[in-house]
Nanobody, 125 residues
Framework: QVQLVESGGGLVQAGGSLRLSCAAS????????MGWFRQGPGQEREFVAG????????FYADSVKGRFTISRDNAKLTVYLQMTTLKPEDTAVYYC??????????????????WGQGTQVTVSS
């Protein structure tokens, strides 16, 4: 069992930056692929970024490629999402998720067994 707690969300102006953190409990965190997803107002949850268990493999949604960076520190049981050049369309609740069955990340939300409660990111124009 893994519990995930996101933090770092907030209100930022367009063009600004934020770093989200996802703190995990459980010794098996370092064996899980991790992902970030988001859900905007009236929208379905969508994949943002994923990272393999060892951090060597990452991939991103086209909408955030070049602006967002996912990373992890297994010693600290934490995964991060560095967001730069934020746009109003990035406004959403951001969730981290853990996939215990894979070393490499998936973009499918159904692949992830554990989810955090989410953190709100609001980008003003």
């Amino acid at each position: 069992q893994v519990q995930l707690v996101e933090s770092g969300g907030g209100l930022v102006q367009a063009g600004g930056s934020l770093r989200l953190s996802c703190a995990a409990s459980g010794r098996t965190f370092s064996t899980y692929a991790m992902g970030w997803f988001r859900q905007g107002p009236g929208q379905e949850r969508e994949f943002v970024a994923g990272i393999s268990w060892n951090g060597r493999t990452t991939f991103y949604a086209d909408s955030v490629k070049g602006r967002f960076t996912i990373s992890r520190d297994n010693a600290k049981l934490t995964v991060y999402l560095q967001m730069t050049t934020l746009k109003p369309e990035d406004t959403a609740v951001y969730y981290c998720a853990a996939d215990r069955n894979a070393g490499d990340p998936s973009s499918r939300s159904s692949a992830y067994e554990y989810w955090g409660q989410g953190t709100q990111v609001t980008v003003s124009s």
